[in-house]
Each structure stands twice: as C-alpha cells, then as structure tokens.
C-alpha cells in the first residue's frame, strides 16, 4: 500500500506566484533500497506556465500582450531528453536539447544541461533547476529515473506584495522561523514500510489544497498567479516544530536563498527516497539549505 506523496499520478503545485505556476506530478512507485522495500512516491515529470513581460521594452504597455509559455520536463533516462516548449495560441512545440543553446521568450528563458539531465527555467526572477537521476540503490531499480527539484529566487521574494505560496513557495514568507512538519520515520521503518506523512503541521491547509485539474493549471486554493496583491501564509495555522533560521541567511535582493538539491522532494540516500520527504521542514528548507542526516 501507498501512503504519503498526495494520489497516484496526480499534480500539484510547488511554487506559486506572480505570472509563474511551477507544477509537479507524484507517481506511486516501490523502492528496492539494501535495507528495505519502501511503497512511496517520485516526481515523475514538472510542468511551468509562465505568463511574459519584457522588462527591458520601452514599447511594453497595453497594445503589447504577454505571451503564455508552458515547459515539460520528465524524468527519463533516454538521452537526449529534451524540454518540451509550447506558446499559448500557437500549434508548434519547441523541443530544447542539450547543446542547444537557450530557448527564449520575453523574460522567460529554457535550457538544458548536464547531457540532457538537467533543465533550468527562468524568468529573471525564480530560477528552477529540475535533474533526471536514477533511483536509489540503482543496480536493484535499473532503468527507473526521478526528478530533484532545486528552487532560486532572484529577486527579494520574502516581501512581495504578492506572496508566493504552493507547497515550496510559501516557504518565503518574510519570517525568521522555520516549521517542521511531519515526517516519515525510515531509519526505524522495518525492512518493508509504507510512506505516510504529507507535510502536516509545515504547509498551510492540506496537501488536497494544493492539487490541480491538469499539468498546466494555475488555479488552486492559495494560487497566486493571477494575484495583484497577496499576503503570506497565515503562520498561525502551522501546528509544526518551530526552528529557528540560519543568521544571515535571510532573503533578500541577490541573496538568492535556494532550495537544497533533492532536500525536499527526494533525498536519494538509502534511507529516505521518495517524493514523500517533501515533508522535510518545507518552510526550513528557505531560506537554509537543508543537508542529509
């Protein structure tokens, strides 16, 4: 039986905010770990929507329309693996290899890296980072891929006046605390275990709260896409350890406070593998980089 990491195939949103969705689909799967068999789940593909502006423009104003540009990464161990790009109203799909140069759009950038592993997505002010890798204990899960998830900001997220939210994005909430949320125990697990934890205690609502209709969607309960004003979570309602943050680690303008590769969403170590570690302090993880225990 599966437990934690939302339902089967099912997306959910990971960042949230002005004129940017960054969505994710959880896949059930069986971990063949050298201790254990673990029942969880993996990220298997991430899906953007980014709505364009052109900073630099002189000539941006009504009469100029932003564009809509949806990105599709899976995990794969094909090469190459492209990102796949599409434009809003227009039938042609823009597949990016590595090697290729980078895609872009307006403010909205795509590339590939790392022999097809690794896309990077960019619109000048969140910077995404999503990489192909194999399972866990790989000899005993050949051929199976997963993605690790790596969140920047470029600009002082903490305080926007539209907050961002989403089951990462509403890390940055101008704070100095950080939550702890429910976590699944692996160490003491026995040598078959089942995930269960969803974030409870770390995420404001309910995981369920954060599901969306398809790959692309922006709308949910706390979307912020859309939003002209915004304010972040309500801290109140998170029932979590509090944990203080790293001094001067603090968001700001060039800090770029960043989301530690795999930390959240899979940590692939023997221990603890699937997506269902995104309950690993998702408010801690911004703005300190969390490491393997």
Request: glycine content about 10%.
């Amino acid at each position: 039986m599966h437990g934690g990491g939302g339902e089967n195939g099912t997306v959910y949103n990971l960042v949230s905010a002005k004129n940017v969705s960054f969505n994710a689909q959880f896949v059930y799967d069986d971990f063949k770990l050298p201790r254990k068999v673990v029942h969880g789940s993996y990220i298997g593909m991430v899906f953007w929507t980014i709505r364009t502006y052109c900073p630099t423009c002189d000539n941006w104003g009504p009469k100029r329309r932003s564009r809509i540009i949806t990105v599709q990464f899976n995990a794969s161990s094909r090469q190459p693996n492209p990102a796949v790009v599409r434009e809003l109203g227009k039938p042609a799909a823009h597949h990016v290899y590595d090697g290729a140069g980078t895609w872009h759009a307006d403010n909205v950038q795509v590339s590939i890296h790392g022999h097809g592993r690794t896309v990077v997505v960019s619109d000048g002010r969140w910077k995404f980072s999503v990489t192909s890798k194999e399972f866990p204990n790989a000899a005993a899960n050949p051929d199976r891929m997963l993605l690790h998830v790596k969140v920047d900001t470029l600009y002082d997220a903490d305080h926007d006046v539209v907050a961002p939210h989403g089951l990462i994005g509403q890390s940055y909430d101008g704070d100095d605390m950080g939550v702890d949320g429910a976590q699944d125990d692996y160490r003491n697990g026995g040598t078959e275990m089942s995930t269960s934890a969803q974030a409870e205690g770390a995420i404001e609502g309910t995981g369920a709260d954060y599901k969306l209709e398809s790959a692309f969607a922006t709308n949910f309960k706390y979307s912020r896409f859309d939003a002209e004003r915004a304010a972040p979570r309500d801290l109140s309602t998170l029932k979590g350890r509090r944990v203080p943050l790293v001094p001067g680690a603090g968001a700001g303008a060039g800090a770029a406070p960043s989301l530690a590769e795999g930390a959240a969403l899979d940590t692939s170590s023997d221990d603890e593998t699937t997506a269902d570690a995104i309950t690993r302090s998702i408010n801690r993880i911004h703005p300190q980089l969390v490491t393997e225990d």
